[in-house]
């Protein structure tokens, strides 16, 4: 069930997204469903659980009217494609008959160069998967313009963060793309047998060379028949048949109908290099798609945000399910805080129960390892104790990497306060607040609980 709860689809994504740069401030009222909808849920779907309840409050209708204007825009390319085959075919019929090598370079050569090209672009991408082709623009634009929102605002987010969910948009423009090409050669299939059946068509191929052209069309049908010619070998044309099909000067305007292996070689050839490789890459396109939602973590630095807002800025233990004792404290920076005073906060505000205390970035060669092995021997949770003021995101996040290798279900807390004379801790100023709040949003693929001291235990 909690599967199925935490399932997005592209209309989700783009509802997510438009509802997100819309308005960002969570009521109680949500902040109390999500609570509920996310209990004793696992952290991995805690997140994409939760962030769908609040999204039932926040939905548009924006993602539906995409995804319908992109189903016109993809029936109108649908038609375009079909009527494309149709026509690339029959403008290739003259004097009866039909040019095999000129078929063969138009419909299939032409389909072939496209996809080794764009092949190699992919290949060569910065990062591959996370570009837009112009293609896929053009559609993604089209089908903008048909829903009547000018602004988009959710497709500048998607653009903007990339990751799993600019590839989710991104593999569904190419699913479209696909469908066009595999309706294409239906046209030009559809075209040919229509030929064949309802005209005297003849198969002919000419050239101004001895020999050279010859012998070029006899290896090209055998590599071309290749993954067939084991199961219908009657579609190869051989030596003799291609010699007799030769197109002369002095040969007669009215071709013979015929003869049958040309035409079976080149329906072949369109299923096989034309239509099936669509077809492989529509499928590829629709797993990439839902590969891409399924993956979606929401680490950006606008979900880190919401996300901080609706579950108070932790994670809570009925949330996360991880153990609560044996949590190591460490003093980031030796501000001298008192253990005293921070015990019961850490027991009945973080309901983590403090064993272990070391200091870190002190200038304390013994200190510092002795806080290197405690972190490696750590039992359940991981406190790290900052002061506001004291901001160094190189050493916080060297800290956290020390920490993400470490083995899993353990909880990580950044702990901000501000230290006193005495020990005492105090709560931190708004700007620091402010301050450590962005430094965590954009900690991507970490999942840190940013807690502020707010003057002691709840």
Not at 2 to 22: K, V
Not at 303 to 308: E, S, T
Not at 321 to 331: E, H, M, N, Q, Y
Request: net charge neutral.
């Amino acid at each position: 069930m909690a599967r199925e709860e935490s399932t997005w689809t592209l209309e989700d994504l783009i509802e997510f997204e438009q509802a997100l740069a819309i308005s960002a401030v969570p009521t109680s009222e949500e902040k109390r469903l999500v609570s509920e909808s996310i209990a004793g849920k696992s952290p991995e779907a805690a997140r994409r659980i939760g962030l769908k309840e609040w999204l039932s409050g926040h939905r548009s209708g924006i993602g539906r009217k995409f995804t319908l204007a992109l189903d016109a825009v993809s029936l109108g390319l649908i038609l375009l494609a079909l009527s494309a085959g149709i026509t690339t075919v029959l403008g290739l019929y003259r004097w009866n008959g039909i040019n095999v090598t000129i078929f063969v370079a138009v419909v299939l050569g032409v389909q072939v160069a496209i996809l080794v090209g764009a092949s190699i672009a992919w290949l060569f991408r910065r990062k591959a998967g996370e570009a837009y082709s112009v293609v896929q623009s053009l559609i993604g634009v089209l089908a903008r313009r048909l829903t009547g929102d000018r602004e988009s605002r959710w497709w500048h987010s998607l653009i903007t963060q990339g990751g799993a969910a600019r590839r989710a948009l991104l593999w569904r423009l190419a699913r479209v793309v696909q469908t066009a090409g595999i309706a294409f050669n239906f046209g030009a299939i559809a075209a040919l047998v229509g030929l064949v059946l309802f005209r005297n068509v003849g198969f002919f191929w000419e050239t101004t060379t001895e020999s050279a052209m010859r012998s070029w069309l006899e290896q090209a049908v055998k590599v071309i028949a290749a993954p067939w010619s084991w199961v219908d070998s009657a579609s190869v044309p051989d030596a003799t048949l291609i010699d007799a099909t030769r197109w002369w000067p002095e040969k007669s305007p009215a071709l013979s109908p015929g003869p049958a292996a040309w035409w079976r070689f080149l329906l072949w050839s369109l299923v096989v290099w034309g239509l099936l490789p669509r077809l492989i890459l529509r499928l590829l396109c629709q797993w990439n798609e839902s590969r891409s939602l399924a993956s979606l973590d929401f680490q950006s630095r606008p979900h880190r945000a919401l996300w901080r807002e609706l579950t108070g800025g932790e994670l809570r233990e009925e949330i996360a399910k991880r153990p609560t004792d044996g949590a190591l404290v460490i003093d980031v920076g030796g501000a001298g805080f008192s253990r005293e005073t921070l015990r019961p906060f850490l027991l009945q505000k973080l309901r983590v129960n403090p064993t272990a205390w070391e200091t870190t970035g002190v200038l304390d060669s013994e200190r510092e390892a002795a806080a290197r092995n405690a972190l490696t021997d750590a039992p359940a949770a991981i406190v790290l104790l900052v002061e506001g003021w004291a901001l160094s995101p190189r050493q916080v996040e060297s800290l956290l990497a020390k920490v993400s290798g470490l083995k899993e279900d353990r909880r990580v807390i950044l702990l901000i306060g501000n230290a006193e004379p005495n020990g005492a801790i105090r709560p931190a100023e708004e700007d620091e607040r402010a301050n450590w709040k962005r430094f965590v949003d954009g900690l991507a693929g970490s999942e840190v609980e940013l807690v502020f001291y707010e003057g002691g235990a709840r």
